[in-house]
């Protein structure tokens, strides 16, 4: 069982001491990097599902038995003809392939970018959390070190 001395205790960081203060602001920074960078992802991720919104949106009867280009990989494209225009495969994630209809392929990657939408929400709102917690830091940190400095220059005259 888990015992209550593993939840995180609040520390007033007006108590800490400059060396203590830079950890935190060090360990914040790091935090605030990673956060960034899944941000970042997350966006990323959420313009591929869009791209391939448009890409479904693309397969339609008119285009039946025009020539095309169909991707092998990111870089290699073959030429090809669409037969079915009313059925598409889509990557439903590690590694497996469905066959679904126009409309159900539409459906999927639309509740996809909702759904990275919400945790992107949710990302930014940690994200300025953790912000307003380092300008509150360096804040104190700039006080203390003024501190620091006016006791020295009473202490030497």
Do not use: W
Request: proline residues 3%.
């Amino acid at each position: 069982m888990a015992s209550s001395s593993a939840a995180p205790q609040q520390i007033n960081v007006t108590d800490l001491d400059v060396p203590q203060l830079a950890d935190v602001r060090r360990q914040l920074e790091e935090e605030l990097t990673h956060l960034s960078n899944s941000y970042a992802q997350l966006r990323q991720a959420q313009a591929k599902f869009r791209a391939c919104m448009e890409n479904v949106g693309q397969v339609n009867p008119e285009n039946s038995d025009k020539t095309i280009l169909v991707p092998l990989t990111n870089s290699l494209y073959v030429p090809g003809k669409l037969k079915d225009t009313e059925h598409v495969i889509v990557d439903v994630g590690t590694g497996y392939y469905v066959k679904k209809t126009r409309a159900q392929a539409m459906k999927h990657y639309e509740a996809k970018v909702d759904y990275i939408r919400t945790n992107l929400e949710a990302l930014q709102e940690t994200i300025q959390k953790k912000q307003e917690n380092m300008n509150y830091l360096i804040n104190v940190l700039q006080m203390k070190l003024q501190q620091q400095a006016s006791g020295k220059e009473t202490k030497a005259g």
